[in-house]
């Protein structure tokens, strides 16, 4: 089975910054990334697909990276609906795995 | 609008078995390939089962194969799934989510609201 290793698992960061979160694979996965973000009870929402792709509706201030192994997440200015938690996908091959989750946190 | 209307989640006793479903409206259900995800009480997300649109691909996560089936109904626009020999450990918010292939697995669009399942005695 393939691992998702992201990073890190939290973080504190204030409107405005620049964020980025990365996610590790533990085998190639070509670009066969997403990213979905996840509020408080509620469900996940899909935000990036085939690792740099937005969804439709997606703001561009979120922007993804990477194939292979490595994987980036960045969100340019962050503000105050972006606090969630953001989780990477490799879809590659059965079994389909997450990562660990990052939490964005206000600080 | 894709909805994702997931049901049949409640409180079980260890060792038996509980059946989710989970009704698709606003895309045509048999242009994609489905899949359950799942989320432990205050946990991450945790992918259960994946399956193509004519059913010819299935794929379980290790946790629960050969406890848990996959099923789908495109005359109905409806995903099971049947859980059997069910844990603690399955406790859980279990998501129905589409995929955007039809045989899968690629990235997944839509998400329901999830039902929740608790095994315990």
Known sequence: ?107 | EVQLVESGGGLVQPGRSLRLSCVASGFTFDDYAMHWVRQAPGKGLEWVSGISWNSGRIGYADAVKGRFTISRDNAKNSLDLQMNSLRPEDTALYYCAKDTLLVGPGSIDYWGQGTLVTVSS
């Open chain 1, 1 to 107: 089975d393939i691992q998702m290793t992201q990073s890190p698992s939290s973080l504190s960061a204030s409107v405005g910054d620049r964020v980025t979160i990365t996610c590790r694979a533990s085998q190639g996965i070509r670009n066969d990334l997403a990213w979905f973000q996840q509020k408080p009870g509620k469900a996940p929402k899909s935000l990036i697909y085939a690792a740099s792709s937005l969804q439709s509706g997606v703001p561009s201030k979120f922007s993804g990276s990477g194939s292979g192994t490595d994987f980036t997440l960045t969100i340019s200015s962050l503000q105050p609906e972006d606090f969630a938690t953001y989780y990477c996908q490799q879809y590659n091959s059965y079994p389909v795995t997450f990562g660990g989750g990052t939490k964005v946190e206000i600080k």
